[in-house]
């Protein structure tokens, strides 16, 4: 699959793009990491690593992909990810990390002056990934920064629609994103913990 690839004078940290590597011996958990493990052909459509700050969500969902051979897209987002432009132009960074050219036609209608038309991007990206061999996982880390609700609405469509072989997975701290999660389960009656805060780690 080949075209349009984000440019790196774009603005994007290509630090963001990173797995998280560890600075020191970690400590294993193998009853969290346990929880994650499913067979790669039967992989949850939303993985869900929620806890407070300091206490090792991004290690755990580090942990748990290297535990498997799933292709692994990683976004670190920050405050401005807000931004829904700035959001799926990233979106689309992480995913070209494993699969060059992977929304390359949702890069050109980014490209505008005018706001994004937001459904035609996902359709297309969404096209794209059930395109690619294999699994992957899309992987959001400390998706609590993001605010703004037109970007909930967009993550919201991209799961509602995913292929079979994708899953997005997120760590995320505090309580601001609950009430997007709460829409998302009345939406999505069987996911895990549909009628309160998710727990640790959850699939869906």
Request: proline share 8%; aromatic share 4%; net charge neutral.
């Amino acid at each position: 699959m080949a075209g349009r690839t984000v440019a790196p004078e774009a603005g994007l940290l290509g630090t963001k793009l990173h797995v998280p590597l560890p600075r020191r011996e970690l400590v294993p958990r193998p009853r969290l990491t346990e929880l994650l493990r499913v067979d790669e052909s039967r992989m949850p459509r939303l993985v869900v690593v929620s806890a407070p700050a300091g206490f090792g969500k991004t290690t755990l969902m580090t942990q748990w992909l290297a535990s498997n051979s799933c292709r692994v897209a990683w976004l670190s987002l920050d405050p401005m990810d807000s931004d829904l432009r700035r959001f799926l132009t990233h979106l689309v960074a992480a995913l070209q990390t494993q699969a060059i050219g992977v929304g390359a036609e949702a890069l050109a209608l980014l490209d505008t002056d005018r706001a994004p038309p937001t459904q035609s991007i996902l359709v297309s990206l969404i096209n794209n990934l059930d395109q690619l061999p294999g699994s992957t996982v899309l992987a959001l880390d400390d998706y609590h920064v993001v605010e703004a609700l037109e970007v909930h609405e967009a993550l919201t469509y991209l799961l509602d629609h995913l292929p079979p072989r994708v899953t997005i997975a997120i760590s995320v701290t505090g309580s601001s994103w609950i009430i997007w999660w709460r829409r998302y389960c009345v939406a999505n009656p069987t996911t895990s913990a549909a009628s309160s805060s998710p727990p640790p780690c959850c699939m869906s």
